[in-house]
Structures are given as C-alpha cells and as structure tokens.
C-alpha cells in the first residue's frame, strides 16, 4: 500500500516539474511586464508631488480626492465612459452582420470579408487617424464636407467632437469585435438554426432566439476588448477630439509629460484600469449569467 502511494507520488512529481518548468517563464515575464509596473504605478498614485518637484513620503489621498472633486476630471471620466460606450455599441451592430457573413455565407464573400476587416491592422493606427482627420476634416476642404456638398445637404462639424472619436475607434477597433463573435457563430450548429426556421421562424426571430444567445460568450468577449481598448486609447482622441474632447488618455499624457505630475497621472492611470476591469467584469458576469440561465430552462 505505502509503495503504491510512493508510486503514485512519484509519478504526480514527475509530471508535475516539466508542467512547472514551462510554465515559469510565462510567470516571471507577467510579473515583469504587469504585475511590478502596475504596483509601481499604485504605489506612485498614493503619493504627492510637493511644488519643489520632490515627492511625499507618506501615502495620501490627495491625488484621488482631487480627481473625484474637480469638475473638469470628473467631466473628462464621464467622456471617456460615454465615448468607450458609444463605440462598443456601433461595433457590436457592426460586427454582427459581418460575423454572419463570414461564418455563414459563402466561402468566397467571407475569405474576402475576412481579408477588409483584418488587413487595415496591417496600418499604424497614427496613419489611420490622420486618414479621419482628412475625411472630418471641418469646411469645405474635408472629404465628407465636400461629399455633403456636392449632394446639397450641407457641411456638418465633426472633427474635434466625441463622435470623431467613435467614428475613428469603431474603425481601429472593429476586427477585435468582428473575430470573436465569427469564432462563437462559427461553433453553433447550423442544424439549431435550420430547426427554428423549421418551426416558424422567420430570419429575425432566429437571430434573436437563437444566434444571439449563443453567440453571447464571443460578444462578451468583443465587448470586453472594445470598451478597455477606447478607453484607454491615446491617439485617436489626441488627433480626432483634439483639445476639445479629453479622455484620460489624454489626461494621463499631459499629466506625465507635459506637468510632470507623475503621482497625479499615475491616479488617473489607476482609476482608467478599475474603470475598465469593472465594467468589464459585471459585462461578463451578466453573460455567465444569461448564458447559464438559458442552459437551465433548456435542460
């Protein structure tokens, strides 16, 4: 008996060391790149600069009091929160019919489908947005003004506004909506939904009871990083919201580089990662708990 537990014991380590000895690096590079930058930033965020440029040494509050009692931060989270909320929204209604395209359709029209949504990553996202600024641009010199002139409907103001902004990350952002959702739709039968139109069920009834709630697992996912992607971006609100549509991005940038308040910036860089995993966290807990909801009632 005690040789038999020797035995088993020996194999559970043996096993154990290779699993342990790959899985160390992927460790050690997390705690590098991650774990010590982000508590090194915390750490910052706790302190305060005094106005001889030196640093406090006992924690405070300061920097997240102010943040909190300042209109002008407060206006620039409620921005970045409505900005990052518009944007997953046009993306979802976006990527849904694409993903269907791709998974569903012909074989050609998705290859080709595919090869659009993915190839503008291939272009640096710096590129991409003076792109909008051509196209936004404001007058009778922007690509879309000229277009709304030519039809007579007249120049519209969007360049230096929040819907720049959505517009320029709906189109940085979509393949990382578009590709989860394709994966999702990909793994339901075909023959759930050629049932449900058996049965009755015209195209919106079977999208809505039974391609939506199954594909809700790749759509939280999409979602999760849509939202953390736009509010975190940097350039896009620089180049299309200019000075007149501030996100904490921005805020982060101008705070470390320009005013050189590293303790300040870092409480806005830790407030933009609680925001974001908050959110994001109560996004997917609500699709477990659909998602689980929906296996109940049909069990």
């Known amino acids: 008996m005690m040789q038999a ?52 040494t006992l924690p405070t509050l300061a920097n997240y009091i102010r943040l909190a009692t300042v209109d002008l931060y407060r206006g620039v989270m409620l921005t970045t929160l409505r900005i ?61 003004n000229w277009a709304l002139s030519f039809l007579g409907l007249g120049p519209v103001e969007l360049l230096y506004s929040d819907w720049a902004v959505v517009i320029g990350s709906v189109q940085v952002f ?15 039968d075909p023959a759930v939904e050629d ?13 809505r009871r039974v391609t939506l709630p199954l594909s809700l697992p790749g759509l939280g996912a999409g979602c999760t990083l849509v939202f953390s992607l736009t509010a975190s971006s940097f350039i896009l609100p620089s180049l299309l919201g200019g000075s007149f549509t501030k996100m904490l991005g921005t805020l982060v940038e101008e705070q ?30 609500l699709i477990e708990r659909k998602t689980r909801t929906r296996a109940t009632e049909a069990a």
């Open 84 to 144: 990052s909320l518009f944007t997953t929204i046009s993306a979802t209604l976006l990527a849904y019919p694409l993903a269907l395209v791709i998974a569903r359709g012909p074989v050609w029209l998705g290859r080709l489908i595919t090869v659009l949504v993915i190839a503008p990553l291939l272009v640096n996202v710096v590129v991409r947005a003076y792109g909008w600024r051509i196209i936004l641009a404001n007058g009778p010199n922007g690509v879309l």
């Open 174 to 188: 979509l393949p990382m909506m578009v590709l989860p959702l394709t994966a999702a739709i990909g793994r339901i």
């Open 5 to 56: 537990r020797a035995g088993a014991a020996g194999k559970r380590s043996s096993t154990l060391l290779p699993g342990l000895m790959l899985l160390g690096p992927v460790v050690l590079f997390f705690v590098l790149v991650f774990v010590i930058p982000v508590g090194l930033m915390v750490r910052y965020s706790f302190l305060k600069q005094l106005p001889d440029g030196s640093l406090t």
């Open 256 to 285: 470390i580089l320009t005013v050189f308040d590293w303790p300040f910036g870092a409480a806005i860089a830790t407030v933009m990662v609680v925001i974001a995993m908050t959110i994001n966290l109560a996004y997917m807990a």
């Open 195 to 207: 049932a449900a139109r058996t049965l009755g069920g015209d195209s919106l009834a079977v999208f």
